[in-house]
């Protein structure tokens, strides 16, 4: 028996049969499909692309089909579904396991549109009560688990404080309470943690971050290795809702997947680097990335994960003016939301991403002023160094205590 291809190999590979030996997934553009007869007794859920089955678009389309067989093979998982976006696939994961009167454990450093998703859909219309922990400490999650909990929502690293969970400990907890445990695995991508190998039921991704990696493409992904969960997620994406990627999407991520584990390695290289440069600069106080020594969670991330990323958070020495300042003096980096893309992003939570939560909640969750995020790319880390100290030049002179 062949030994299982490793993962740069599983990347590569696409989960193709097509009839004239494309080694590239074609985009199949047709919305409907051409039937060879009338059955009477043809049910919806007997077609089957597995079997080269196809209906409707919205159902099922053959490039998409093959990049959600090409994400559960990276994830090792046995069912893939692609979604509009990554949010889509977080709605539709709620959606298929929590009814109103259940009740949700979540990591309280969540993103910002999940936490906004949560406190006014899930619990604002759905009746479901979430209830947000410091999942750092697996036991606090115990504490807030009971009989009423339906579902387990975990980010690690979180965004943009790139705090941990121990994902075997809360699959642990899950399985003793019977409740899902979903995790959202954008900020690590698949090449650095799969954490259904760990006991979580299900993962999801933005894949237009690192999965798609090139910063030209919205879309979301579900992988799991539970029938019963793929069932309903398969009848809420295709049927209840539509949250399916389009087939010219789905190609782009099927092309950015390929080199999902050379970026990464080069996302990691890059960042790692930054991260220590950046811990020994005067006009910075603190700097958040797992694969410091100096991480509290470092030991946790080591044993969990296979890498450790390409985002990480640093504290600058002083308020909102010198961080306006550091940040509009950059010039190679972009000032631009998102992550993953091949070009290093950098951004400010404050007044970006988490802005929504509002000052108070963010000052709960350590996201000061001062805080910026970079989303480290692929660029020569000499000119990535050389941009950051564009910007701290441009920064009044300050002596923090370090």
Known sequence: MAEPERFDTRAITESTDWEYGDVVSPIHLSSTYRLGGVDPEMRLEDVDPDRGEFLYGRLSNPTRHAVEGQLAELEGG?????????????????????????????????????????????????????????????????????????????????????????????????????????????????????????????????????LNGHSDGIGGALVTDDPAIAEAVG????????????????????????????????????????????????????????????????????????????????????????????????ETMNLAVSLGGVETLVNHPATMTHEPLGAEKRAALGISDSLVRLSVGLEDVADLRADLERGFEAMPAVHPTR
């Open 78 to 210: 046995e069912m893939g579904f692609a979604f509009a976006s990554g949010t889509a696939a977080i709605a539709t994961a709620v959606l298929s396991i929590v009814e109103p009167g259940d009740h949700i454990v979540a990591f309280e450093d969540l993103y910002a549109g999940t936490r906004r998703m949560f406190d006014e859909f899930v619990a604002g219309r759905m009746g479901v009560d979430v209830e947000y922990v410091d999942a750092t400490d697996p036991e606090r999650v115990a504490a807030a688990t009971g009989e009423k909990t339906a579902l387990l929502w975990m980010e690690t690293p979180t965004n943009p404080m790139i705090r941990l969970c121990d994902l075997a400990a809360i699959a642990e907890i899950a399985a003793d309470t019977d409740a899902v445990l979903g995790v959202d695995n954008t900020f690590a991508s698949p090449y650095c943690q799969r954490p259904l190998s760990l006991g979580a039921d299900l993962v999801i991704h933005s894949t237009t971050k690192y």
């Open 235 to 330: 009848f809420q994406q295709q049927v209840a809702l539509g949250n399916v990627l389009p087939p010219f999407d789905s190609y782009l991520l099927a092309r950015g997947v390929k080199t999902l584990p050379v970026r990464m390695r080069r996302h990691e290289a890059n960042a790692m680097e930054l991260a220590e440069y950046l811990t020994d600069h005067q006009q910075v106080q603190q700097v958040y990335y797992p694969g410091l020594p100096s991480h509290p969670q470092h030991e946790l991330a080591a044993e969990q994960m296979s890498g450790y990323g390409g985002v990480l958070s640093f504290e600058l020495a002083g308020g909102i003016s010198k961080a306006t300042a550091f940040l509009e003096s950059l």
